[in-house]
């Protein structure tokens, strides 16, 4: 551990252990969060999709402009405040009830959210060596998803039928987050002063065509991905005897990606174009939730959900190795900012679309099905577009893709098992 790192290691086991927190109370909520809201607060599914939306909207605002704030004041200091935030906005959903006040807790806390996980990654980034990064990032993908995985457990064992106390539990853990970071981190950008960058340096992002289209084409796939923890709790909440045990569903698909990720890439992922890999998960995800209709049973939303996670392993990592191909180097965190607003727009009309069609019984589930295969399309003839033809040479895609997608924070360690355990191919 020592030699990954620039300096003092304290401040990375502090970075983990924050990743591994933050995880574990953001999926204490995930999984019940639809059904929360139609049981509890009485919202319909239309205004539960929305509702979904607006936190998605402003985690990506959240996003953007911590990125400024970190530069200004300080990454520990966005880093715990944004912790704090996100703390305040869950214990809202505990006490508001009325529609109007649950959208602006929704409004509070996906901006703590959006503020809190970008100024980690670069924090991680700002103290470990260049050559180290992916190393560092890996074990991030790790803790993540153990922090997931053991959400999941504890929501099954622990917290099941009792609502209130899961929301009370996440938002105590995201403000000793916020405390632990303000105490143990060191002040600053991690060592290295703070990088000056101006709205001046946004205008390369909207110069850059083959960024934006892609970026634009992203929206669709963010649209689908978001229905899984809107569809998925939902479904569960109308054929289970107790639905919140759908929060195992979490658990064994971060299993999956920490035991299979490596496979998915080496094998598939490495041999293809980049869209072709997205454009197949995109495919396979339509599929997994078209499958909810047929959702009877515990096992069968496991097995949908391990679906679902083989389409995902798919895209992660691909998604970042497109942008970091098509970014300018020197600009490479604005870029992934400005992804990361195509993201939330995806996923906020994706909620709000998805929460109008679950009124219905089984139109959305041949919608999912139907649209992920138009997503296919639409990657296909991206493949064709000479700007991503030329670009992108599949043995290529191993060396450059990131371990973890820095667009999201979703946690898919692409290669972890190799960085610790093998020494790196000399290259020619």
């Given at each position: ?68 704030l ?8 966005i ?12 214990l ?43 190393r ?7 803790a ?25 539990t ?49 929206v ?31 658990t064994?698909n ?5 035991l ?12 293809v ?32 959900g ?8 798919m ?57 992920g ?15 991503m ?22 946690a ?14 000399a290259?020619?």
């Amino acid at each position: 551990m020592q030699a990954l790192i620039k300096g003092n290691n304290r401040s990375l086991y502090v970075l983990l252990f924050i990743v591994f927190a933050v995880h574990i109370g953001s999926y204490l909520i995930l999984p019940i969060m639809p059904i929360y809201l139609k049981n509890e607060t009485g919202l319909s599914v239309g205004q539960i999709g929305f509702t979904l939306g607006v936190t998605s909207v402003f985690m990506q605002a959240g996003s953007v402009s911590g990125g400024f704030l970190a530069d200004r004041l300080g990454r520990r200091f966005i880093i715990g405040l944004g912790a704090v935030v996100r703390a305040a906005g869950l214990l809202g959903f505990v006490f508001f009830k009325q529609y109007e006040l649950i959208l602006m807790t929704a409004a509070v806390s996906g901006l703590g959210l959006g503020l809190n996980a970008p100024s980690t990654k670069a924090f991680i980034s700002s103290i470990v060596a260049k050559e180290n990064q992916s190393r560092a990032f890996s074990m991030r993908g790790i803790a993540a998803n153990i922090g997931m995985a053991l959400a999941g457990l504890i929501v099954f064992f622990f917290l099941t039928g009792k609502s209130a106390l899961i929301f009370i539990t996440a938002a105590v853990i995201f403000a000793a987050t916020g405390i632990i970071s303000w105490i143990l981190l060191p002040s600053g950008c991690g060592g290295d002063p703070c990088p000056d960058i101006t709205v001046k340096d946004y205008r390369e992002v909207f110069r850059n065509k083959p960024f934006l289209v892609f970026a634009a084409a992203t929206v669709l796939l963010w649209a689908l991905y978001a229905q899984f923890a809107l569809a998925l709790p939902l479904r569960a909440e109308k054929v289970l005897h107790d639905p919140k045990s759908i929060s195992i569903v979490w658990t064994v698909n971060s299993l999956t990606v920490i035991l299979a990720q490596t496979f998915v890439t080496s094998r598939f992922i490495t041999k293809v174009h980049p869209m072709t890999a997205m454009g197949l998960g995109a495919g396979v995800i339509g599929i997994a939730l078209g499958a909810l209709y047929y959702a009877s049973a515990f096992p069968y939303f496991i097995l949908i959900g391990m679906l679902f996670v083989f389409g995902e392993m798919m895209i992660m990592p691909t998604l970042d190795t497109v942008i970091s191909q098509l970014a300018a180097a020197r600009l490479l965190g604005i870029f992934f900012g400005m992804a990361s607003v195509f993201n939330g727009i995806g996923e906020a009309g994706g909620n709000t679309i998805g929460g109008q069609l679950l009124v219905y019984p089984s139109l959305p589930y041949a919608v999912y099905a139907v649209f992920g295969f138009v997503i296919l399309a639409v990657m296909l003839m991206l493949k064709r577009w000479s700007p991503m033809r030329s670009l992108f040479q599949p043995e290529n895609t191993e060396t450059s893709s990131p371990k973890t997608s820095t667009v999201t924070g979703h946690a898919n360690p692409t290669g972890w098992l190799q960085s610790l355990f093998k020494k790196p191919r000399a290259t020619k």
